[in-house]
């Protein structure tokens, strides 16, 4: 059996490959910051944000993007948390406050889950 040896690639399209693969990079770190960009615009992040759990109680937490020691991340929205309103681990959503009428915000300044994200 023989085995058919290939071409070894030049200086030239070494240099043609590297500059295709950082480009190809560097459009989808663009595309991605923007799609994340307008995703989260008009949500608020950091300590005491509102959030919902699946079975509709409003709460405070910790919310810091790319981060959490207490929840199970589910994207940039959502995560797998303990609700201390109704004390169970639900699905939250992280809410704006634009939606959120201030009633709703009294109600969910009431109960938070703790300062660690």
């Known amino acids: 059996m023989t085995s ?3 071409p070894e690639p030049n200086q030239a399209q070494l240099a043609v490959y590297t500059v295709a693969a950082i480009l190809i990079a560097a459009i989808l ?3 991605i910051a923007a799609r994340s960009r307008r995703l989260l615009s008009g949500y608020r992040f950091g300590p005491d944000v509102v959030v919902r ?3 509709g109680h409003l709460f405070t937490t910790t919310w810091i993007p790319m981060a959490s020691v207490k929840s199970i991340r589910l994207g940039p ?4 948390q303990y609700c201390p309103v109704g004390q169970h681990m639900a699905l ?6 634009s939606d ?11 109960f938070h889950d703790g300062g660690v994200p």
């Open 53 to 55: 759990c699946r079975d």
């Open 100 to 110: 959120l009428t201030p009633s709703e915000r009294l109600a969910a300044r009431r």
């Open 77 to 80: 929205l959502v995560r797998y």
């Open 4 to 6: 058919v040896a290939l």
């Open 92 to 97: 939250v959503t992280l809410m704006k406050d």
């Open 29 to 31: 770190v663009v595309a």
